[in-house]
Structure formats: structure tokens, C-alpha cells
């Protein structure tokens, strides 16, 4: 009897943890969808979507996030972010692609479809699609007015669609030069691509070389190089989109560059 006490006793401190955890919901382990490629179509598609950080927040807390952008609190993202499950977030490569996203229920919801960026990466496995949203975003989602009644609803289903991504006339590519670089090793964020909106392949060439050399994905949207021969700027960077778009950016990196730099181009893909 003893030992069906403790083994009682036990089981009941698993469950009492596990629900701590989970944070109160139960745990689930659902399979995730098939990648969203660029090519997939405009059909619209079901998700799970919860939201994260202030109730009128941006996210993360640093306003940041596992593609490397910063301030996406700021132009041009406003806010409009989203963590994406696997099949959106591709381990990075998914890193900047755009989704329209709206729901019907509950009363709150407007079914008028608003776009979000991929900046960022969810683990929770509780539906094939899943799309964990700022603040900002989820209220997005809302009637007039009804934006925190809406957020109160904590999770809920949406419809989704990949579309193509959209900036205002003067934003160009731009390219940030990590810490650390130096002219043996580099790595650069991209971000702000128009159209697929997310870059499967960097390519890079030093003055007066003949061929661009490609780039690994280090992690989220940046690219790296390790070279025993040091890359004399000016630098041209060669960048492919999920689409198959391939865009130069010619001498972009100035002989002069220096770590933690930002560089805006004079580049857009076509939206």
C-alpha cells in the first residue's frame, strides 16, 4: 500500500508539472505542413495563431528575433511580425516572406486579410501552420475598436496566403555587416527584399575577382564567408530569392567597410 501511495503521489506531481509548463493548455505534438514555397499559389490555407510580448507590442522584447532584424518596431515593419512554425520559417529561409492572414471567429474578427512579416521562429507544435503573432499583429485582426477584446481570445483559427512582399518606394535592400566581420571572415544580414521577400543564396566577389563566391547561411537572414584570403572591397553581393529572382549589387560593400555597419543599396526586386 505504500508504494501505491508514493507511486500515486508521484504521478500526481507529474501532471501538476506538466501543466505548468504548458502553461495551463494541454501539450501537443502535431506534424508540421508542407514547406509555403513561393511557387505554392494563392490559395488560402488554415493556421493556429497566438500572439506574444505587449498587448500593443511589436514581439520580442528587444525588438529583434531568430532572422537577426532589429527594430522591427520601426518602418518598415511596423510591427506587422510574425514567428512562423517550420514550414514557414525554413530554418532562415523562410527569413522575410509575406502572409495575409484573417480570421471570422470570434465577433471580434474583421475577415479582412492584413499582411505580416517572417521575422521569427516558433517551436509550439499545435497545428501543422502555425503563426505566433506581436501584439500588434493579432489586433491587426479585429473590427474597429475591438483590437484588445480580440487578444483576449489568446489563440484562434485563421486563414493564410503567401503574397508578395511590399515596401514603400524609397526602401532599397539593405545589407548589415555583423560584429565580428573582418576581411577573412564577414557575415551580412540582409533584409527588406520586395517580392519572395526571403533569399535562399548569397553570393560575394572582391575587387577585380571574376566570379562571385557563395555564402553560407549562418543563421536566420545572414550570410557568411570564411576566406584565408582576405576580400579587398569594394565588394559586390549576388542574391537569390526563393523565386529563382537573382539581384547584383555591384561594389555595394565600400573598401572601407567596417563591422557593425548598415549599408542601404540602390537594389529592389520587382513586387
Known amino acids: 500500500m505504500a508504494w501505491s501511495r508514493v507511486a500515486a503521489q508521484v504521478a500526481a506531481v507529474a501532471v501538476v508539472l506538466s501543466a505548468m509548463v504548458g502553461g495551463g493548455r494541454c501539450m501537443t505534438n502535431v506534424a508540421p505542413g508542407k514547406n509555403i514555397t513561393a511557387t505554392y499559389g494563392d490559395e488560402w490555407l488554415d493556421a493556429k495563431a497566438t500572439w506574444y510580448g505587449k498587448p500593443t507590442g511589436s514581439g520580442p522584447d528587444d525588438n529583434g528575433g531568430a532572422c537577426g532584424y532589429k527594430d522591427v518596431d520601426k518602418e518598415p515593419f511596423k510591427g506587422?511580425?510574425?514567428?512562423?512554425?517550420?514550414?514557414?520559417?525554413?530554418?532562415?529561409?523562410?527569413c522575410g516572406s509575406c502572409f495575409e492572414i484573417k480570421c471570422d471567429k470570434p465577433a471580434e474578427c474583421s475577415n479582412e486579410p492584413v499582411t505580416v512579416f517572417i521575422t521569427d521562429m516558433n517551436y509550439e507544435k499545435i497545428a501543422?501552420?502555425?503563426?505566433?503573432?506581436?501584439?500588434?499583429?493579432?489586433?491587426?485582426?479585429?473590427?474597429k475598436g475591438e483590437e484588445e477584446k480580440l487578444r483576449?481570445?489568446?489563440?484562434?483559427?485563421?486563414?493564410?496566403?503567401?503574397?508578395?512582399?511590399?515596401?514603400?518606394?524609397?526602401?532599397?535592400?539593405?545589407f548589415h555587416i555583423e560584429k565580428g566581420s573582418n576581411p577573412n571572415y564577414i557575415a551580412i544580414l540582409v533584409k527588406y527584399v520586395a517580392g519572395d521577400?526571403?533569399?535562399?543564396?548569397?553570393?560575394?566577389?572582391?575587387?577585380?575577382?571574376?566570379?562571385?563566391?557563395?555564402?553560407?547561411?549562418?543563421?536566420?537572414?545572414?550570410?557568411?564567408?570564411?576566406t584565408p584570403k582576405p576580400l579587398e572591397g569594394p565588394l559586390s553581393l549576388e542574391l537569390t530569392t526563393e523565386g529563382g529572382t537573382k539581384l547584383v549589387a555591384d561594389d555595394v560593400i565600400p573598401k572601407d567597410w567596417k563591422a557593425d555597419s548598415v549599408i542601404k543599396s540602390d537594389l529592389q526586386a520587382k513586387e
Open 152 to 174: 483576449k481570445a489568446g489563440e484562434l483559427e485563421l486563414k493564410f496566403r503567401r503574397v508578395k512582399c511590399k515596401y514603400p518606394a524609397d526602401t532599397k535592400i539593405t
Open 80 to 94: 506587422m511580425i510574425a514567428c512562423g512554425n517550420q514550414p514557414i520559417f525554413k530554418d532562415g529561409l523562410g
Open 128 to 143: 501543422p501552420y502555425h503563426f505566433d503573432l506581436s501584439g500588434i499583429a493579432f489586433g491587426a485582426m479585429a473590427k
Open 197 to 226: 521577400g526571403d533569399i535562399t543564396g548569397v553570393g560575394i566577389k572582391g575587387k577585380d575577382a571574376k566570379e562571385f563566391e557563395p555564402m553560407k547561411q549562418s543563421w536566420g537572414a545572414i550570410w557568411r564567408i570564411d
